[in-house]
């Protein structure tokens, strides 16, 4: 039924279409109006991915207002507060098996229809980053040089404590690795100086790719406390968000600075009181060999009854207000290697009797006949097996001695004394005719060295140097003198600031020792 008529039928017509409901399309008087078509629409979240554990607000607009909101997720999302409204909290619950494989869809719902809108997203993890450090390889074959295990840090924020890891200034670069799940998630990296080191402490050390975007070495040229991040940079801004995955691995780098440096040789200390009619036995000091221990505590008194001494006064600067931070970590001692033996007793029918490093330690000695293996120059110069820690140090070797500086840092002094001695048969231990002379040299290398307790078997060089020693002569007439008994040696040794790699010298910090496979060569 329809009405006509004039101007006042119109009127009551309008009057009757703007009180029936909207979307009532039952028989009527009046026209039904037109159906309303509802649009809904998610604002676009500040990046698509979401970290396992983090929280964030996603808001929709529904067109025409007046409709019911429903948010629903798949996936890794997990829906939160305000899920029948606007905006809802979405979290990421678990992370996802690759990208985009998680959706956030919204349901708006008016006058009978509903329109929806979906999003993709990304939950991920960056669960961790471990940090390797190269040993130092042992020298005679290559071997030893990944025998550190990593170092590893799960922080979300920055954590300088006593568990914070702590490496040597030249020390090498630590490599970087971090976890994130799903791997292909990019991530940034940033390295910054904790805020409480010392204003006169400077740069950053460099932190650059190592082959992969989860990879990166950090070199350890810089001095102080560092902080290095990996993070999903969601909002672009070169540093992690609120709502931005983020591990950080703070690490203590130490410098060793050399403020006095002391190399003693004494050639008044040469004697023979030990020989006896089977063997020339020379010392070069008064102790017949005896040193004080690793790690012994002695003083400068030390040094009047040694060939060779060596004093170094060390500056450790770490990080913090004080410059202290890492600095109890780091010990110090001398690797002594020796590079070359040419000690000779000469006999009266022409043979010979010389010192020999031989490779099997077990080997009877004097050797008197066959063809066994030789060790190659240089030979670390010490007792035991140990590589690592204070093993390599030459005995005698010494850093007991420290204190805190006024003026930042931490002091340590650093000796060691050596008294070599040699002996010869007054026979030949085969055809038995009698030592008419003596000649040749011990030669050695000795090298400051430092290390990290953390990582025990990377040692940096602060300081290096070369001696050699002679034992005199000797006549069947005269017997032995001191004629040509001599230290060769510097006065002080070359510094290395920074401190080098051990393994850009020629350190050997692995066993088999000089001493132990010491043995006398008849043939």
Same mark, same amino acid.
């Given at each position: 039924?329809?009405?006509?008529?004039?101007?006042?039928?119109?009127? &009551?017509?309008?009057?009757?279409?703007?009180?029936?409901?909207?979307?009532?399309?039952?028989?009527?008087?009046?026209?039904?109006?037109?159906?309303?078509?509802?649009?809904?629409?998610?604002?676009?979240?500040?990046?698509?991915?979401?970290?396992?554990?983090?929280?964030?607000?996603?808001?929709?607009?529904?067109?025409?207002?007046?409709?019911?909101?429903?948010?629903?997720?798949?996936?890794?999302?997990?829906?939160?507060?305000?899920?029948?409204?606007?905006?809802?909290?979405?979290?990421?619950?678990?992370?996802?098996?690759?990208?985009?494989?998680?959706?956030?869809?919204?349901?708006?719902?008016?006058?009978?229809?509903?329109?929806?809108?979906?999003?993709?997203?990304?939950?991920?993890?960056?669960? &961790?980053?471990?940090?390797?450090?190269?040993?130092?390889?042992?020298?005679?074959?290559?071997?030893?040089?990944?025998?550190?295990?990593?170092?590893?840090?799960?922080?979300?924020?920055?954590?300088?404590?006593?568990?914070?890891?702590?490496?040597? &200034?030249?020390?090498?670069?630590?490599?970087?690795?971090?976890?994130?799940?799903?791997?292909?998630?990019?991530?940034?990296?940033?390295?910054?100086?904790?805020?409480?080191?010392?204003?006169?402490?400077?740069?950053?050390?460099?932190?650059?790719?190592?082959?992969?975007?989860?990879?990166?070495?950090?070199?350890?040229?810089?001095?102080?406390?560092?902080?290095?991040?990996?993070?999903?940079?969601?909002?672009?801004?070169?540093?992690?968000?609120?709502?931005?995955?983020?591990?950080?691995?703070?690490?203590?780098?130490?410098?060793?600075?050399?403020?006095?440096? &002391?190399?003693?040789?004494?050639?008044?200390?040469?004697?023979?009181?030990?020989?006896?009619?089977?063997?020339?036995?020379?010392?070069?000091?008064?102790?017949?060999?005896?040193?004080?221990?690793?790690?012994?505590?002695?003083?400068?008194?030390?040094?009047?009854?040694?060939?060779?001494?060596?004093?170094?006064?060390?500056?450790?600067?770490?990080?913090?207000?004080?410059?202290?931070?890492?600095?109890?970590?780091?010990?110090?001692?001398?690797?002594?290697?020796?590079?070359?033996?040419?000690?000779?007793?000469?006999?009266?029918?022409?043979?010979?009797?010389?010192?020999?490093?031989?490779?099997?330690?077990?080997?009877?000695?004097?050797?008197?006949?066959?063809?066994?293996?030789?060790?190659?120059?240089?030979?670390?110069?010490?007792?035991?097996?140990?590589?690592?820690?204070?093993?390599?140090?030459?005995?005698?070797?010494?850093?007991?001695?420290?204190?805190?500086?006024?003026?930042?840092?931490?002091?340590?002094?650093?000796?060691?004394?050596?008294?070599?001695?040699?002996?010869?048969?007054?026979?030949?231990?085969?055809?038995?005719?009698?030592?008419?002379?003596?000649?040749?040299?011990?030669?050695?290398?000795?090298?400051?060295?430092?290390?990290?307790?953390?990582?025990?078997?990377?040692?940096?060089?602060?300081?290096?140097?070369?001696?050699?020693?002679?034992?005199?002569?000797?006549?069947?007439?005269?017997?032995?003198?001191?004629?040509?008994?001599?230290?060769?040696?510097?006065?002080?040794?070359?510094?290395?600031?920074?401190?080098?790699?051990?393994?850009?010298?020629?350190?050997?910090?692995?066993?088999?020792?000089?001493?132990?496979?010491?043995?006398?060569?008849?043939?």
């Amino acid at each position: 039924m329809a009405f006509c008529g004039g101007s006042e039928d119109r009127n &009551k017509q309008a009057e009757a279409a703007k009180a029936q409901p909207a979307g009532a399309c039952k028989d009527s008087v009046v026209p039904c109006p037109k159906a309303l078509t509802p649009a809904v629409k998610i604002s676009p979240p500040r990046c698509p991915f979401l970290a396992k554990g983090k929280s964030v607000k996603v808001k929709a607009t529904g067109t025409p207002a007046g409709g019911t909101y429903s948010w629903s997720a798949t996936g890794g999302l997990v829906i939160g507060a305000g899920a029948a409204t606007d905006e809802v909290t979405v979290t990421g619950g678990s992370t996802s098996a690759a990208l985009a494989d998680s959706t956030l869809t919204v349901q708006y719902t008016l006058g009978g229809k509903t329109a929806s809108d979906a999003t993709s997203w990304t939950v991920y993890e960056i669960s &961790k980053i471990e940090a390797k450090l190269r040993a130092t390889p042992c020298r005679r074959d290559g071997t030893g040089a990944d025998s550190m295990p990593a170092r590893t840090s799960v922080a979300t924020t920055p954590v300088l404590d006593a568990n914070t890891t702590c490496i040597v &200034k030249g020390c090498g670069e630590l490599n970087l690795t971090a976890a994130v799940v799903p791997n292909t998630v990019p991530v940034s990296w940033s390295v910054e100086r904790a805020p409480d080191d010392k204003g006169d402490l400077a740069g950053l050390p460099a932190l650059a790719d190592n082959g992969g975007p989860l990879l990166r070495k950090l070199k350890a040229n810089a001095t102080g406390s560092f902080h290095v991040q990996v993070f999903h940079d969601c909002g672009g801004k070169g540093k992690p968000g609120a709502d931005d995955g983020v591990i950080v691995f703070s690490v203590n780098i130490v410098d060793v600075l050399i403020t006095e440096n &002391k190399v003693i040789k004494r050639d008044t200390l040469f004697r023979n009181n030990r020989s006896n009619a089977a063997a020339l036995v020379v010392d070069s000091s008064s102790t017949a060999g005896a040193v004080p221990a690793v790690n012994a505590v002695y003083t400068d008194a030390e040094f009047t009854k040694y060939p060779l001494s060596v004093k170094l006064t060390v500056t450790l600067i770490g990080g913090g207000p004080k410059k202290l931070r890492g600095t109890d970590r780091i010990r110090l001692g001398f690797i002594q290697t020796t590079t070359a033996d040419s000690v000779t007793g000469t006999y009266a029918d022409g043979r010979t009797l010389k010192e020999v490093i031989a490779v099997n330690a077990a080997l009877a000695s004097p050797i008197t006949g066959g063809a066994p293996a030789m060790l190659g120059f240089p030979v670390r110069d010490t007792r035991g097996a140990s590589n690592t820690g204070a093993g390599p140090f030459i005995v005698s070797s010494s850093d007991v001695e420290t204190s805190e500086l006024a003026a930042g840092g931490r002091q340590r002094v650093v000796r060691y004394v050596e008294p070599p001695a040699i002996a010869l048969n007054m026979a030949h231990p085969v055809t038995a005719k009698p030592l008419t002379g003596i000649s040749g040299s011990n030669d050695f290398d000795f090298f400051l060295c430092a290390y990290s307790d953390q990582f025990d078997a990377n040692y940096a060089v602060a300081a290096s140097a070369s001696w050699s020693i002679t034992y005199g002569s000797y006549t069947p007439a005269g017997g032995w003198t001191t004629a040509g008994a001599a230290v060769a040696a510097p006065a002080a040794m070359a510094v290395h600031s920074p401190p080098v790699r051990a393994e850009d010298l020629a350190v050997e910090r692995c066993a088999p020792n000089f001493v132990d496979n010491l043995k006398m060569d008849a043939r």
